[in-house]
């Protein structure tokens, strides 16, 4: 069931601090704009690396759900790692059916694709995001 690697979620108090990390310091040389996404409540920036991707996430405002990990995170880190998944919602019944906490119904996410995500709890302390594959692929 589980597909390719799409990302893995960082969780930074400012993306223009991180992407010079990962500019001036890892070397990338594909970095997207940053956006906004009011209905997440966070600004999102993606980094290529050869293989995947790396999300920037940085809270839009003190209600966004990514503030509460920088106050336990105050330097920011991973928040997620996403996989792709042919079928969404047949990959949300088996998390259900496996008793995996599933949080949250789908929603359009980063990649303007539908997600999910897995409780931490239920995967080995991971936040795991499960993104319908993309068209593209």
């Known amino acids: ?34 956006f906004k996404m009011e209905e997440q409540g966070v600004w999102v920036c993606f980094v290529d690396v050869p293989n995947s991707q790396i999300e920037l996430i940085e809270p839009i405002d003190e209600s966004s ?31 259900v059916a496996k008793g995996a906490r599933v949080l949250g119904e789908p929603r359009i996410g980063a990649h303007g694709t539908p997600i999910i995500f897995v409780h931490p709890k239920d995967m080995g302390g991971v936040l795991i995001e499960l993104m319908q594959k993309p068209e593209a692929h």
């Open 1 to 34: 069931m589980i597909g390719r690697l799409n990302h893995v979620g960082i969780a930074t108090p400012s993306i223009d601090e991180a992407v010079k990390l990962y500019r001036d310091v890892l070397g990338a040389t594909k970095i997207h704009e940053k």
């Open 65 to 95: 759900t990514i503030t509460g990990f920088l106050k336990t995170n105050p330097l920011g880190g991973q928040h997620h790692v996403c996989f792709e998944v042919d079928d969404l919602l047949a990959a949300r019944d088996d998390m």
